[in-house]
């Protein structure tokens, strides 16, 4: 995943309004909790998912 961060870190910001430069809110905030919404970016269309599985967004 760490090679998709800037993917990543875009849609965390605009899905969810995370900004990941917000030490004091990741500090607040689990593991697990972090987790959860990068998986949630599997889930919908997002940069990651495109990233991830393109065959689903190809034309043809």
């Known amino acids: 995943m760490l ?3 800037t993917l ?3 849609d965390l910001h605009e899905r ?17 909790w972090l987790q959860a919404r990068i998986l949630g970016l599997l889930a919908v ?7 991830l599985y393109p065959e689903q967004y190809e034309r043809g």
């Open 8 to 10: 990543i870190e875009a």
């Open 3 to 5: 090679k998709f961060w």
């Open 45 to 51: 269309e997002s940069r990651l998912h495109r990233a």
């Open 16 to 32: 969810y309004g995370i900004d990941v430069d917000d030490r004091a809110l990741l500090r607040a905030r689990s593991w697990r």
